[in-house]
């Protein structure tokens, strides 16, 4: 049997024994690589709960999923010292058998990468996924010990490692942390374990912590508000015109907000009480809760609920009203838009039978001048819609109508859970003719004469 030697030294071992050990090592990093993808996806939840149902081992597993990071990055230490030595053995058999030079590098470099490909890489990380919680609780103790023994030449290493990286490095080391939770989400969705809808919104939920109550806020141009002084008759008709159930009430102006007027309130009081309608609305508002622009939405979620509160007012860095937020706001956030069964989607243009036009409030500006042939403002604005708004100088609610470069602009139905306008009907306005309806928040006053006063942009309740 051959035997190495080198520059008359001592021979070494038999290259037999070199290959066994050499192998014996690449089972070794295999089985380490296969601990380390059990621990990488076990949960610390889950191991607390076998804990709690007195699984063998669990309560060791779950000391180590508690800190599983050092752990990983022991074993990752230990798994490359095994690989290593395994090759540096190898190294010497392929030099003894073929000489220094290419061919022996050639062939340990290949033999290696097949057999730490197969032996580690592949077959023993997908035991360890595939059977996570057996894998983790039967080396759990081993782990465990293996921790505490060479914790500090791990840790020895970390700061190395920290020292000449550029940078500030990382406090537990770059070696090992465990998969995003994001791309696991990702790749559950590319193997069909959940829906591209569901992965949206596990998405959107870790994305609240990172948004602020002013980008989801309706601002306070598309408010709508009810001064103190109104009668609960005025406050009944700007409820039934506007859509909304709960509505701001306010002093001076919209940076005065005093309370919120509730629609059940008002419809159990003036209920078999007719004289209760020329009641001002201050008498029944409740307390307005407000919050600042800048507050976390996930935070601000948890407080509304706490408190059974439904609508916020936001305060901007000034002290003014920045706009309001609600539950169903916040809720948007994470399944999308809500609409209801009276949402319809529209033809973007419909012609009529009296030679008006029934547009889209989305459609744009220019696309309704060319209908009619007419030179239209398109420097602010860019929709129907937008254009409407510009000329009330207030955001529109159904029945308002404005004359804009000969044409008649009348705002028709709403959509979507803040009741936006849908559509608009256009015609060319006939001479003399002027508006007669005012926009949004518009309230129809009990004795027939219409107070304009009332009409304020659209608030999301």
Same mark, same amino acid.
């Given at each position: ?18 290959? $066994? ?60 010292? +095994? ?20 061919? $022996? ?9 097949? @057999? ?6 592949? +077959? ?18 081993? =782990? ?13 290493? /970390?700061?190395?490692?920290? +020292? ?28 069909? @374990? ?18 602020? $109550?002013?980008?989801?806020?309706? !601002? ?26 709960? /509505? ?18 008002? /419809? ?5 009480? !007719? ?62 838009? /809500?609409?209801?069964?009276? &949402? ?9 039978? &009296?030679?008006?036009?029934? @547009? ?18 398109? &420097?602010? =604005? ?43 009907? =256009? ?35």
């Amino acid at each position: 049997m051959t035997t190495l030697a080198a520059g008359g030294a001592p021979a070494g071992l038999p290259d037999l024994t070199l290959l $066994a050990v050499a192998a014996g090592l690449v089972v070794l990093a295999g089985l380490i690589a296969m601990t380390e993808a059990a621990l990488a996806a076990v949960s610390p939840a889950r191991a607390a709960e076998l804990a709690r149902d007195g699984a063998r081992g669990a309560r060791t597993l779950q000391a180590v999923a508690g800190d599983v990071v050092r752990h990983l990055n022991l074993l990752l230490l230990l798994r490359l010292l +095994a690989e290593l030595t395994a090759t540096t053995l190898v190294a010497l058999v392929a030099v003894d058998t073929f000489g220094a030079g290419w061919r $022996a590098a050639l062939v340990t470099a290949g033999a290696m990468a097949v @057999v730490s490909f197969v032996v580690v890489g592949v +077959a023993p990380r997908t035991l360890g996924r595939q059977h996570a919680y057996a894998v983790g609780r039967a080396v759990a103790p081993l =782990v465990r010990w293996l921790g505490r023994a060479l914790n500090p030449l791990a840790s020895l290493l /970390i700061l190395i490692g920290n +020292a000449v990286t550029p940078g500030r490095g990382f406090r537990e080391g770059p070696f090992a942390t465990q998969v995003e939770l994001r791309e696991l989400v990702d790749l559950a969705e590319q193997r069909g @374990v959940v829906e591209h809808g569901e992965r949206q919104m596990i998405h959107s939920v870790f994305a609240l912590g990172d948004t602020i $109550a002013r980008e989801v806020m309706v !601002p306070r141009t598309e408010m709508v508000w009810i001064e103190e002084g109104k009668t609960l008759a005025q406050a009944l008709a700007l409820f039934l015109r506007s859509g909304f159930s709960r /509505i701001p009430v306010i002093g001076e102006n919209v940076d005065d907000v005093l309370g919120v007027l509730y629609l059940k309130d008002l /419809i159990r009081r003036i209920q078999g009480a !007719p004289e209760a309608r020329q009641m001002p609305v201050a008498e029944l508002m409740r307390p307005a809760t407000f919050v600042p622009e800048s507050k976390p939405v996930d935070d601000l979620l948890s407080e509304m609920q706490a408190a059974r509160n439904h609508l916020v007012i936001v305060v901007d860095e000034y002290g003014g009203t920045g706009g309001l937020v609600t539950i169903e706001d916040i809720l948007e956030e994470i399944v999308g838009e /809500i609409t209801d069964e009276y &949402d319809v989607e529209r033809p973007p243009v419909e012609r009529l039978a &009296d030679g008006a036009v029934r @547009v889209t409030a989305r459609l744009p500006v220019e696309n309704l001048g060319e209908l009619f042939d007419t030179e239209l403002p398109t &420097d602010e =604005v860019e929709t129907v819609g937008g254009l409407l708004a510009q000329a009330l100088g207030r955001v529109p609610i159904p029945g308002a109508e404005a004359e804009v470069a000969g044409l008649r602009l009348i705002a028709e139905g709403t959509t979507g859970r803040r009741n936006r306008i849908d559509t608009v009907l =256009v015609s060319r306005a006939e001479p003399g003719d002027a508006p007669d309806s005012a926009g949004r928040g518009e309230q129809a006053d009990p004795r027939g004469n219409h107070n304009r006063s009332e009409e304020r942009q659209p608030a999301d309740a």
